[in-house]
């Protein structure tokens, strides 16, 4: 059993920052990649960032130079810190993990997401 729990969602003002937070706990042998994703509502969910194990990271265009993915391997642990935060950047964020299990076999797992507003 693999758990991400998510914190660090909230309502801010239009130019302001946040950090998230996502701590991946349970039977865990290595984690090759966490992500944030978001959905806004009526729209689908979109990947926002993502981090891989190698430390090399990727950003949807609308978030490049605004918010930034680090990770830390030995809390199993990602942070996204948001700054400049726009009304559009409103949505659930939702922290996502694909880990390999200690018999082996690869899991996709995801937190149970946390709002973000930002007001105008």
């Known amino acids: 059993q693999v758990q991400l729990v998510e914190s660090g969602g909230g309502l801010v003002q239009a130019g302001g920052s946040l950090r998230l937070s996502c701590a991946a706990s349970?039977?865990?042998?290595?984690?090759?990649?966490m992500g944030w994703y978001r959905q806004a509502p009526g729209k689908q969910r979109e990947l926002v960032a993502a981090?891989?194990?190698?430390?090399?990271?990727n950003y949807t265009d609308s978030v490049k130079g605004r918010f930034t993915i680090s990770g830390d391997g030995a809390k199993n642990t990602v942070y996204l810190l948001m700054n400049s935060l726009k009304p559009e950047d409103r949505a659930v964020y939702y922290c996502?993990?694909?880990?390999?299990?200690?018999?082996?076999?690869?899991?996709?797992?995801w937190g149970q997401g946390t709002l973000v507003t930002v007001s105008s």
């Open positions: 996502n993990a694909v880990c390999q299990l200690p018999e082996g076999r690869y899991l996709e797992v």
């Open positions: 349970g039977s865990i042998f290595s984690i090759n990649a």
């Open positions: 981090i891989i194990s190698d430390g090399s990271t």
